[in-house]
């Protein structure tokens, strides 16, 4: 099992460019999560899908868009990046029952210039 | 809402010395409750959970953790801490469904010889 792989590792961006972060699960988890993580305030969570077909918002939407392409897989897509969407970005799984913890990905070092 | 409150932002040990990283939670319920350790440049990984029966639960790499529900805390400890434990944990609180965790902001630790 490869968990949760994440593609790319690292990213450099022009202001106003757009792409698209890529995260698969091999644990037929139910749930898939993205968030990012800047110095000092922890992990904030963007979107995420309780299940296939659904998405909802996070703590802090704007300026990113998700797809829940099929059970395994859940793309971030930043339309217009900007300097303030320099971060690094995980993406995480879980299982159905409750107690099941989030299992994440390497993630993926943005830097938008 | 949930909340998680890490009161540390940086911890500076010794090798040999034992360690107490302090989490506190809000939130109405019996929570569940996780503890999670980021290496540099790394992801996530789970150290331990809690979500019933013996309030002491041991993790990996000698970690534990005692869920005290009159404090609303869930501290972690190890006996001696090695350099390789040096490392952002972050604590992290869920319930029941697939809702996402809501993470501390993270205790950074540093071993000094």
């Known amino acids: 099992n490869a968990g949760v792989t994440q593609t790319p590792k690292f990213q450099v961006l022009k202001t106003g460019q757009s792409m698209t972060l890529q995260c698969a699960q091999d644990m037929n988890h139910n749930s898939m999560y993205w968030y990012r993580q800047d110095p000092g305030m922890g992990l904030r969570l963007i979107y995420y899908?309780?299940?296939?077909?659904?998405?909802d918002k996070g703590e802090v939407p704007n300026g990113y868009n998700v797809s829940r392409l099929n059970k395994r897989e859940f793309s971030l897509r930043l339309e217009s990046a900007a300097p303030s969407q320099t971060s690094v970005y995980f993406c995480?799984?879980?299982?159905?029952?409750?107690?099941?913890?989030?299992?994440f990905g390497p993630g993926t070092r943005l830097t938008v210039l | 809402a949930q909340s998680v409150t890490q009161p540390d932002i940086h911890i500076t040990v010794s090798e040999g010395a034992s360690l107490e990283l302090r989490c506190n939670y809000s939130?109405?319920?019996?929570?569940?409750l996780f503890w999670y350790v980021q290496s540099p440049g790394q992801g996530l990984q789970l150290l331990l959970k809690?979500?019933?029966?013996?309030?002491l639960v041991q993790g990996i790499k000698g970690f534990e953790a005692e869920f005290k529900r009159s404090q609303s805390s869930f501290n972690l400890r190890k006996p001696s801490v090695h350099w390789s434990d040096a490392a952002e944990y972050f604590c992290a609180v869920g319930h029941s469904g697939n809702t996402p965790l809501v993470f501390g902001k993270g205790t950074r630790l540093s071993v000094i010889a």
């Open positions: 995480a799984s879980k299982g159905g029952s409750s107690y099941n913890e989030q299992f």
């Open positions: 899908s309780a299940s296939e077909g659904t998405t």
């Open positions: 939130y109405g319920a019996t929570p569940y």
């Open positions: 809690y979500f019933s029966g013996d309030t």
